[in-house]
């Protein structure tokens, strides 16, 4: 109801206000290109999943936001769909990475109700929430034509946030994903933690440690992810494993309901080679697919074979 009410509200706003020119405010400095990380993979946008994506009515709510922006705006919000900015996402200030497109709070209120039609289309409840917690430090951008059928990206990423959304058909990606200061899937890390047995809690532990920081998080696309180390997941007990299912469910939830749970089903369907480690205060679930980290309150969530919707 709460989201039917936004959609309905945040429509009305956005009705007849598109710009023509430059009469929208003038965007940030674009981000300099040396900011973006080494060499990785090539976006070939092919990666797929299970489907469910509500493709069309997120390319509707993109084309509109798009229509209320002037010359200047467009040309720094909307990016070629081959563009490595779709690679520059950090959970540091846009002072220190700078991000592609334009700033939330360098657009007028009608753009400000666009955007927000737009993530309450792409997302669930809960996942427009966690959105709209980060959105006032985080800068919008798009690559590609929105479409029903042709890929396109919406990128959105600030301080504590990077949502980068993949769409291509019914297929969605929402990977690289990354929060800080997200207590909910802080507190789900720590619930498989508490579920785990003493001798489950042993299997688990990473050997060596890891680094004081993500392993793959900005900037480390081109270093290929670790061999899998721990306990697989189908091997715990039924406390555990309902706790690493609540703590995948807390990203793949965050999509449109059909999209996340068809997504959720999928990495259930690979218990039995997925792993869970941890050391310390990092926690790791390690798929075919899925990987998720959290250290602290960071949390990570990325698809091996569907980061940025590509094989």
Same mark, same amino acid.
């Given at each position: 109801m709460r989201r039917s009410l936004i959609l309905t509200l945040l429509a009305a706003l956005t009705a007849g206000c598109s710009s023509t020119g430059d009469t929208t405010p003038t965007p940030a400095t674009p981000v300099t290109r040396s900011s973006a990380p080494a060499p990785a993979p090539t976006l070939d946008n092919a990666g797929t999943g299970p489907g469910g994506a509500n493709t069309t009515a997120v390319a509707a709510a993109v084309t509109a936001l798009l229509a209320t922006l002037g010359v200047t705006q467009r040309a720094a919000i909307v990016h070629d769909l081959h563009d490595e900015g779709r690679r520059v996402w950090s959970?540091?200030?846009?002072?220190? /990475?700078?991000r592609? !497109?334009?700033?939330?709070?360098?657009?007028?209120? #009608?753009?400000?109700?666009?955007?927000?039609?737009?993530?309450?289309?792409?997302?669930?409840?809960?996942?427009?929430?966690?959105?709209?917690?980060a959105l006032t430090g985080a800068s919008i951008a798009v690559y590609g034509t929105p479409s029903p059928h042709d890929p396109f990206v919406v990128q959105v990423g600030g301080a504590?946030?990077?949502?980068n959304l993949t769409y291509h058909g019914d297929q969605v990606s929402m990977t690289p994903s990354l929060t800080g200061n997200d207590r909910g899937a802080a507190g789900k890390a720590q619930a498989v933690l508490a579920a785990l047995t003493d001798q489950e809690k042993t299997a688990a532990q990473l050997a060596a440690g890891v680094p004081d920081d993500l392993v793959m998080g900005p900037g480390q696309d081109s270093t290929g992810f670790p061999q899998?180390?721990?306990?697989? /997941?189908?091997?715990? !007990?039924?406390?555990?494993?309902?706790?690493?299912? #609540?703590?995948i469910s807390s990203w793949t939830g965050d999509l449109d309901e059909t999209a996340g749970r068809r997504l959720l089903a999928a990495y259930q369907a690979e218990y039995d080679r997925t792993r869970l480690s941890?050391?310390?205060?990092?926690?790791?679930?390690?798929?075919?697919?899925?990987?998720?980290?959290?250290?602290?309150?960071?949390?990570?969530?990325?698809?091996?074979?569907?980061?940025?919707?590509?094989?």
């Open positions: 959970d540091h200030p846009a002072a220190e /990475v700078p592609p !497109g334009v700033a939330f709070t360098d657009l007028s209120g #009608a753009q400000r109700a666009s955007v927000m039609v737009v993530l309450a289309e792409a997302l669930s409840d809960s996942g427009y929430e966690k959105t709209l917690t504590h946030l990077a949502r899998p180390e721990g306990l697989l /997941v189908a091997e715990l !007990g039924d406390t555990a494993r309902t706790a690493v299912t #609540a703590l941890w050391t310390d205060t990092y926690l790791r679930v390690d798929g075919p697919h899925v990987w998720i980290e959290t250290l602290n309150d960071l949390t990570l969530f990325r698809d091996k074979t569907n980061d940025y919707g590509s094989s």
